[in-house]
C-alpha cells in the first residue's frame, strides 16, 4: 500500500494567502520529500528534509518533520497563480535500494 | 543532459496487443522505475531497478514485465493489455549518492 497520505486532496485560496498540505506516512524513512506536478506534465522536485531535521526551508516554501507522528507539512508562503499544481510527498526508506514511495497528493488551486 | 526521456508520449492499444514504453536516462543514474498514476490515486510504484541486471517489484507488478540491460534504459513492458492499464506512466531516475528523483514527461496510455 501507498506510504503517505496528504491531506487535504484539494485546496483553494487566493493569491497571497498561504497554503499548508500535510503528509502522513507508516514506516521508518531516511528522508521525506516533495514534489510539484503542473497539470499534464511530470513531476518536479521541490525540498526534502531528512529524517534527523525538524525543520527546512527554500524560498517561499517550509517543510517541517515529525518523525515521532510520522508526519509532515510543506507551507507555501505568499501564493501565486502559478502555484497552482499538484503536491506530493514521497518518502525514501531506510532499506538500501528501496524506491520513493508517494502519496496520493494534494491539488492546490490558486486564484488571482 | 536530456534528463530522462520517455516513448511514445501518447498510445492507443487494443485490449490483448503488447507494446513497450520507453525510457532512457543519460545522467548515469543506478537507480530507474517505473510509476503509473491513476486519478484519485497518486503513484503507485510497478517496478524498479537499482542496477543493470537488477529488477525488483513495487506495488503494482501484475502485467507489466522490465528488464535493465544497461544503466540507461529501463523498458516496460506490457505483454497483453487490458482495459485496467489505462493510465499515464512515469520513469524516473536517481543516482546512487542522490536522494532526489529525477521524472521523464509521461506517456499517456489507453487501452479500448
Known amino acids: 500500500s501507498q506510504q503517505g497520505e496528504e491531506d487535504p486532496q484539494a485546496l483553494s485560496i487566493q493569491e497571497g494567502e498561504n497554503a499548508t498540505m500535510n503528509c502522513s506516512y507508516k514506516t521508518s524513512i531516511n528522508n521525506l520529500q516533495w514534489y510539484r506536478q503542473n497539470s499534464g506534465r511530470g513531476l518536479v522536485h521541490l525540498i526534502l528534509?531528512?529524517?534527523?531535521?525538524r525543520e527546512k526551508h527554500s524560498g517561499r516554501l517550509r517543510v517541517t518533520l515529525d518523525t515521532s507522528k510520522k508526519s509532515s507539512s510543506l507551507l507555501i508562503t505568499a501564493s501565486r497563480a502559478a502555484d497552482t499544481a499538484s503536491y506530493f510527498c514521497a518518502t525514501d526508506g531506510t532499506q538500501a535500494g528501496t524506491a520513493l514511495i508517494f502519496g496520493k497528493g494534494t491539488t492546490l488551486s490558486v486564484s488571482s | 543532459n536530456a534528463g530522462v526521456t520517455q516513448t511514445p508520449k501518447f498510445q492507443v492499444l487494443k485490449t490483448g496487443q503488447s507494446m513497450t514504453l520507453q525510457c532512457a536516462q543519460d545522467m548515469n543514474h543506478e537507480y530507474m522505475s517505473w510509476y503509473r498514476q491513476d486519478p484519485g490515486m497518486g503513484l503507485r510504484l510497478i517496478h524498479y531497478s537499482v542496477g543493470a541486471g537488477i529488477t525488483d517489484q513495487g506495488e503494482v507488478p501484475n502485467g507489466y514485465n522490465v528488464s535493465r540491460s544497461t544503466t540507461e534504459d529501463f523498458p516496460l513492458r506490457l505483454l497483453s493489455a487490458a482495459p485496467s492499464q489505462t493510465s499515464v506512466y512515469f520513469c524516473?531516475?536517481?543516482?546512487?549518492?542522490?536522494?532526489?528523483?529525477?521524472f521523464g514527461p509521461g506517456t499517456r496510455l489507453l487501452v479500448l
Open positions: 524516473a531516475s536517481r543516482g546512487w549518492t542522490e536522494e532526489t528523483q529525477y
Open positions: 528534509i531528512r529524517s534527523n531535521e
